[in-house]
């Protein structure tokens, strides 16, 4: 069982960064690939990034590749999210989840997830 919180979201100008972070609990945690995905009103969820169990592969959506960069640190089970030059188009709440399967890109995939934070980009 994996629990997650995420947290640092809130209101930014376009061109502004804000860094998401997710705080997991669970003694296996290292052992789970992370990802975080996005979903704005009246659309549906979709990938944003994800991270092997050991942080050597990341795995990006072309809109945010070379804009956002996702990385973890297993021993304070945790998972982040730097997200530059943002858009008023990553506008979302962002999700943290954690999936045992091979299938990163698809939130079907994903065993567990946070209760979302909102991202706010204004134009």
């Known amino acids: 069982q994996v629990q997650l919180v995420e947290s640092g979201g809130g209101l930014v100008q376009a061109g502004g960064s804000l860094r998401l972070s997710c705080a997991a609990s669970g003694r296996t945690f290292s052992s789970y690939a992370m990802g975080w995905f996005r979903q704005a009103p009246g659309k549906d969820r979709e990938f944003v990034a994800a991270?092997?169990?050991?942080?050597?592969?990341?795995y990006y959506a072309d809109s945010v590749k070379g804009r956002f960069i996702i990385s973890r640190d297993n021993a304070k089970t945790m998972v982040y999210l730097q997200m530059n030059s943002l858009k008023p188009e990553d506008t979302a709440v962002y999700y943290c989840a954690a999936t045992s399967s091979d299938g990163i890109y698809y939130s079907r995939e994903y065993n567990y997830w946070g209760q979302g934070t909102q991202v706010t980009v204004s134009s």
């Open positions: 991270i092997s169990w050991s942080g050597g592969r990341q």
